[in-house]
């Protein structure tokens, strides 16, 4: 499934947070999808999701400056919550 040569040059200290950040990511799409549909359980994804962004926020504010990941991941990361946090709101369309 994984071919070790087409990830020989990513660094494997970065393989796992790039694997959860893509997770949460997701996964605060489908929640986004569930409250403009009103459908159950967003709520609780979005409340995932939102701990999630906020500790990946947290060590990219902490780590960017030496990691490379973080600092790129750290814009989407602000981005994300800025968008999570105006779906978590309840106002209706």
Same mark, same amino acid.
């Given at each position: 499934?994984?071919?070790?040569?087409?990830?020989?040059?990513?660094?494997?200290?970065?393989?796992?947070?790039?694997?959860?950040?893509?997770?949460?990511?997701?996964?605060?799409? =489908?929640?986004?999808?569930?409250?403009?549909?009103?459908?159950?359980?967003?709520?609780?994804?979005?409340?995932?999701?939102?701990?999630?962004?906020?500790?990946?926020?947290?060590?990219?504010?902490?780590?960017?400056?030496?990691?490379?990941?973080?600092?790129?991941?750290?814009?989407?990361?602000?981005?994300? =919550?800025?968008?999570?946090?105006?779906?978590?709101?309840?106002?209706?369309?």
């Amino acid at each position: 499934m994984l071919k070790k040569n087409v990830y020989s040059d990513f660094p494997k200290a970065s393989f796992l947070p790039a694997i959860v950040l893509g997770f949460t990511l997701s996964l605060l799409m =489908i929640a986004i999808v569930f409250k403009i549909q009103h459908w159950p359980y967003g709520n609780y994804m979005m409340l995932t999701a939102n701990i999630s962004l906020l500790v990946f926020t947290i060590l990219g504010v902490v780590k960017h400056k030496t990691t490379e990941f973080y600092k790129q991941s750290l814009p989407r990361c602000i981005f994300y =919550i800025s968008m999570a946090s105006y779906w978590t709101v309840n106002i209706p369309l």
